[in-house]
C-alpha cells in the first residue's frame, strides 16, 4: 500500500528542526560601567608632559628663578603669542583710562602693571582726579579724563624684542581726541607685565 505524499513528509527522519528565536536580552541585569576618572591638563603642565614623554629619565624642573623667565605659553606660535599680546595690551590702554577718568579702581591694574607703572598710574589717577574735581565746581568745560568715553581702537603694532620682551603701540580715539599708547610687556612668572607705559 503506497502512503499519501504529505503522510511521507511528515514521517520523514530527514526533516528540518523548527528555529526559536533568540530571547531579548535583559537590559536591567546588565552591570553598569562607571566612567574612569580623568583631568584636564592645564597649558603650564603641557611642557613638562612632553618632557617626560620624551625622555623618561628627565632632569629636575628649573629653579625658582628660571622659572620666573619663562614664556607664559611655551608651545604657542609667533602669531598666537602676537595675538595675546595685543589683546592685553587692548585692555591696559581701555582700563587705565577708564582708571584715570574715575570710572574704575585702580587696584584692578596690579594684574597688569609692574610696580613701577602702577605707581606712576596711581600718581596721575590722583592728579587728574584732584583737577576733576576742582574744574567740576567752577567751570562748565570738562578736562580729558573728567568722564568716561568708549574706546576706539585705530591701529596697533607690535613688535618682538626678545622672545621674553614685546613693545607695543595703540593709536586709540577717546572721546573727541585721538591718543597713542606705547607699552613694553615682559614675561614675569609665566605672566605679561607691563614695565612700561606711556599714553600721549
Avoid at 523548527?18 to 552591570?31: G, H, I, K, S
Avoid at 617626560?52 to 608651545?75: F, I, V, Y
Avoid at 587696584?107 to 567740576?136: C, G, I, N, P
Wanted: charged share 25%; proline share 10%; net charge positive.
Amino acid at each position: 500500500m503506497t502512503l499519501p505524499a504529505w503522510e511521507t513528509n511528515r514521517s520523514s527522519p530527514t526533516q528540518q528542526p523548527r528555529v526559536l528565536p533568540a530571547p531579548a536580552p535583559d537590559w536591567e541585569a546588565l552591570p553598569i560601567r562607571e566612567p574612569k576618572p580623568y583631568r584636564l591638563q592645564r597649558e603650564q603642565e603641557l611642557p613638562a608632559l612632553l618632557r617626560q614623554r620624551a625622555d623618561p629619565h628627565a632632569a629636575a624642573p628649573e629653579s625658582p628663578r628660571q622659572q620666573a623667565r619663562l614664556r607664559p605659553t611655551q608651545l604657542a606660535t609667533l602669531r598666537e603669542e602676537e595675538r595675546q599680546i595685543q589683546a592685553i595690551s587692548r585692555v591696559v590702554c581701555q582700563a587705565t583710562m577708564e582708571c584715570l577718568a574715575g570710572v574704575r579702581p585702580l587696584h584692578q591694574m596690579q594684574r597688569w602693571l609692574d610696580d613701577a607703572v602702577y605707581a606712576k598710574v596711581a600718581e596721575f589717577s590722583d592728579l587728574t582726579s584732584h583737577v576733576r574735581h576742582e574744574q567740576s565746581g567752577r567751570s562748565p568745560r570738562s578736562t580729558p579724563f573728567s568722564r568716561a568715553h568708549p574706546v576706539q581702537f585705530l591701529r596697533i603694532r607690535s613688535q618682538g624684542v626678545t622672545s621674553l620682551c614685546w613693545e607695543v603701540s595703540v593709536v586709540f580715539r577717546y572721546g573727541p581726541r585721538v591718543r597713542c599708547c606705547a607699552l613694553r610687556l615682559e614675561a614675569r612668572r609665566r605672566q605679561w607685565r607691563v614695565v612700561a607705559l606711556e599714553i600721549g
